[in-house]
């Protein structure tokens, strides 16, 4: 009864608002959370949201340059026509309309990937985010400012970016971008890209954007190093596409930062403010059981012990089932290795042929000896050897075979 009860609060039950919100655990790992079924299937948001792009016609050169200035309105984020805005909870809404703040709300997030995509091996493209706090970075009027995702600035600084430093400023020239600040190497790890010297790409789709930042920050090489006028560097995450093949060497593959976990764009998504179901987040150690792909035990290993299990199982059974031909090659290497460890015992053991007279075979027991068919103890008191006498079978006679003195030649076998 209890297992039940838990069972429908589990699936009733839910910590956000908005559907697949990642401040919430994933629907559909250990399955743990039933899906809720008043959501609306992530498939068709996501063709919701490709239709409105292609709709959405803004001046975004006079929404950026207003964005920089902290003049935005509320009029200005009505006129994005975009749903993300459903997704601020009323008490948002009513703490925005006694101040509003410019700077809140501004970065494009993410949902849990629930559905995966069918053309996520064309359409899609992944990039591995590192530990941090998510940054609205806007370089104007000579000076760089970090704010939160609810528009708090928490740093002002000098940077090598466009508008950025007193050097780099030039008329009309200003930068925004979408950073993961990692305060461990002091690091902007530049996730996408929104406006760059004046020229705002809001509305290009994610390939050419992903595309123009590793341009821009080839032309400025220094961005990448710390110094006194850019005490912060300013690197750029590498993407890759979603196949499995890539997505494995990516995990695999050793990076200057700690995962966090996987992003995955769909290229023709248009940067847009809020929650949007083109941009899906996973944990590494949710490969197996959401798309398939095995990791390493290191991995499995980060999981949260409530379904750390249940993705064991699912790695094993996939590195079990990847390839026929590697599965024979293991059996193969198995069975070599067990007759090499069959020889070195020979070996060891040290195996001789026998000889009619002379041999000598010595084998410890205990405190037994063998020496020549005669078992002999050891007193363990004076440490001598005290020898038993044996019998020896002739025809169908027993004959006993008297104890040797020390020194002695053995009897010799009688014909």
Same mark, same amino acid.
């Given at each position: ?29 250990? $399955? ?10 992530? /498939? ?5 949201? =490709? ?5 959405? *016609? ?18 200005? =984020? ?20 006694? &101040? ?9 997030? @993410?949902?849990?990937?629930? $559905? ?15 530990? +941090?706090?998510?940054? =609205?970075? !806007? ?16 740093? *002002? #600084? ?29 690091? #902007?790890?530049?996730?996408? !890209?929104?406006?760059? %010297? ?10 050419? *954007? ?10 400025l090489s220094a961005l990448g190093q710390a ?9 750029? =995450? ?13 995990? @695999? ?16 998504? /248009?940067?847009?403010?809020? %929650? ?5 987040w996973l944990k590494p150690y949710m490969l197996?059981? !959401? ?16 379904n750390k299990l249940t993705l064991l199982k ?17 059996? /193969? ?17 040290? &195996? ?25 103890? !050891?007193?363990?008191? @004076?440490? *001598? ?21 020390? +020194? ?8």
């Amino acid at each position: 009864m209890a297992d039940e009860l838990v069972n429908v609060f589990a699936g009733s039950f839910a910590v956000s608002s908005d559907a697949n919100d990642t401040a919430a655990p994933h629907p559909r790992i250990g $399955d743990y959370k039933v899906k809720p079924h008043n959501v609306p299937d992530q /498939h068709v948001r996501r063709e919701r949201k =490709l239709e409105q792009q292609k709709k959405k *016609r803004m001046d975004f050169v006079n929404y950026s340059r207003k964005l920089v200035d902290g003049c935005l309105d509320e009029d200005d =984020l009505q006129e994005l026509g975009h749903e993300e805005m459903d997704t601020i909870s009323a008490e948002d809404k009513k703490s925005r309309r006694k &101040k509003f703040n410019p700077y809140a709300y501004q970065l494009m997030l @993410s949902e849990w990937l629930v $559905d995966v995509p069918d053309d996520l091996t064309q359409e899609w493209l992944m990039v591995q985010c590192p530990f +941090g706090k998510r940054n =609205l970075i !806007i370089a104007v009027n000579g000076a760089t400012s970090a704010y939160t995702k609810s528009g708090f600035r928490v740093n *002002r #600084f000098t940077s090598l970016l466009p508008g950025g430093s007193p050097q780099t400023l030039k008329p009309n020239e200003y930068s925004i971008l979408d950073c993961i600040f990692c305060e461990i190497t002091s690091t #902007f790890y530049i996730l996408d !890209i929104m406006c760059w %010297r004046g020229h705002p790409v809001f509305d290009t789709e994610t390939e050419f *954007r992903f595309y123009w930042l590793k341009t821009k920050l080839q032309e400025l090489s220094a961005l990448g190093q710390a110094t006194a006028s850019n005490p912060y560097k300013f690197i750029s =995450l590498e993407y890759c596409p979603c196949t499995a093949e890539a997505i494995s060497h990516a995990v @695999s593959t050793p990076t200057p930062f700690q995962v966090d976990g996987l992003l995955f764009f769909h290229k023709r998504t /248009h940067y847009s403010q809020g %929650r949007t179901p083109l941009v899906g987040w996973l944990k590494p150690y949710m490969l197996p059981e !959401i798309l398939g792909i095995p990791v390493s035990p290191e991995i499995i290993a980060s999981a949260p012990s409530v379904n750390k299990l249940t993705l064991l199982k699912a790695n094993k059974d996939l590195e079990d089932t990847t390839d026929d031909k590697t599965l024979e090659e293991r059996e /193969h290497a198995a069975l070599l290795k067990s007759e090499k460890n069959a020889l070195m015992k020979m070996e060891t053991e040290g &195996k001789k042929d026998r000889k009619s007279k002379g041999f000598k075979q010595v084998e410890q027991n205990g405190n037994g000896i063998m020496e020549g068919g005669l078992e002999m103890e !050891i007193d363990q008191s @004076s440490g *001598r050897r005290r020898k038993n006498r044996r019998k020896k079978k002739l025809g169908d006679m027993e004959v006993e075979v008297p104890d040797e003195a020390p +020194g002695e030649e053995k009897i010799a076998d009688m014909a």
